[in-house]
């Protein structure tokens, strides 16, 4: 057996060692097809295109967020307290809308300012696409552009694909599918305008064993059309503190592991610089499809802990040392509480216009911060 070979199955056999089975509290392996709630500003009528022209983003340290409400991002827009306001930096807000694709009220709140970036979501299990999986080209290409430019009109700056689910390893059908829907999706209006996109995918879809194909036209066409792939990571707190920091990085990175491994050119340019890590963010009370903290189980502390941990796992690996994501982040799904402890890892592992060793640490050099159960 060639070296070649050994590589990869050996990530494999990592990749399935560390699986979300672990958990004792596991998410929902296709979260996205129950649509969460929207606590956003909506648009009384839909959005009449006015020239805007979606942002180029250009920074290359950013943070994705899932799901928002107005009062998170008010907290992520403070001045002193929120998400750092440095050159190359970008905040990224992806949201799924209830009853329209976008919201320029939204999109408003969002470009309060000028490094925040609207990503409304083209959300695959949406009753409007039903049938996605073997529906015609000409639908596809009609759903896309309809979603573009309802976007556009309403300043969106990206899209969000909501989400690669958990049998894309294993159905051509489903990468073939989603291949057209992006290519669709990132084609320009009639104006030349463009959108770019953040692209989810569940757990299942981010895990090498369940992969039975290399699929390099479904990664390149993710590769051409969209400027961050982000691998869901839904953990609940007791995962992610009964967990060594190094089985926690072995299992947030073996996806990105494995797109290096082949060499293939959009597979690596995808773990270089757009595989992005989400973490939950949420903290409530009972069990939920997001996993993350059962407040009936454990404290807001002993939770902010467990994102100080896995923010310090992200920072420390290959692959996290520019990008971090987080989700949800609404407070119907969240409590406001959480918000804090995000914006402050934020200022503190990507504060620097570059990585720097500086940001390496436990947040405020404590390695207490970053220890729970």
Wanted: hydrophobic share 40%.
């Amino acid at each position: 057996m060639s070296k070649l070979l050994v590589v990869p199955m050996l990530v494999l056999a990592a990749c399935a060692g560390n699986s979300s089975s672990q958990d004792p509290d596991p998410p929902d392996e296709d979260p996205g097809q129950v649509a969460p709630p929207d606590e956003t500003p909506q648009d009384p009528t839909p959005a009449v295109d006015d020239g805007y022209v979606p942002k180029a983003l250009a920074a290359t340290r950013f943070g994705v967020f899932y799901q928002i409400s107005s009062d998170v991002l008010d907290v992520y827009q403070d001045a002193d307290h929120g998400l750092p306001h440095l050159a190359n930096h970008a905040w990224l807000i992806t949201h799924s809308h209830a009853t329209a694709f976008a919201s320029k009220a939204l999109a408003d709140k969002i470009h309060a300012r000028d490094d925040f970036y609207y990503a409304p979501a083209f959300d695959i299990w949406d009753a409007s696409h039903a049938g996605w999986k073997t529906a015609p080209d000409a639908t596809l290409q009609q759903w896309a552009h309809a979603f573009r430019d309802a976007a556009i009109a309403a300043h969106a700056d990206l899209f969000t694909f909501n989400e690669s689910p958990s049998d894309t390893g294993t159905s051509a059908q489903t990468r073939v599918q989603i291949a057209k829907l992006l290519r669709y999706l990132h084609e320009p209006d009639p104006q030349g305008r463009r959108l770019s996109g953040v692209f989810y995918l569940t757990e299942a879809a981010a895990t090498v064993s369940r992969y039975d194909s290399p699929a390099p036209e479904f990664f390149r066409a993710i590769d051409d059309t969209c400027i961050a792939m982000v691998a869901e990571h839904y953990h609940s707190n007791g995962y992610v503190c009964s967990m060594s920091e190094a089985a926690l990085a072995e299992h947030y990175f073996a996806f990105r592991t494995w797109l290096l491994a082949g060499g293939d050119p959009a597979k690596v340019s995808i773990a270089t610089t757009k595989y992005t890590v989400l973490h939950s963010s949420r903290f409530d009370d009972g069990p939920s499809g997001w996993s993350g903290g059962d407040a009936t189980k454990t404290t807001l502390a002993n939770y902010q802990r467990a994102l100080s941990r896995i923010a310090k796992v992200t920072r420390q690996t290959d692959g996290g040392l520019n990008r971090l994501s987080f989700g949800p982040t609404a407070t119907s799904i969240t409590r406001i509480g959480v918000q804090p402890r995000i914006t402050a890892l934020f200022r503190w592992h990507y504060v620097h216009t570059a990585a720097m060793d500086a940001e390496l640490p436990c947040i405020d050099n404590f390695g207490g911060n970053c220890t729970c159960n």
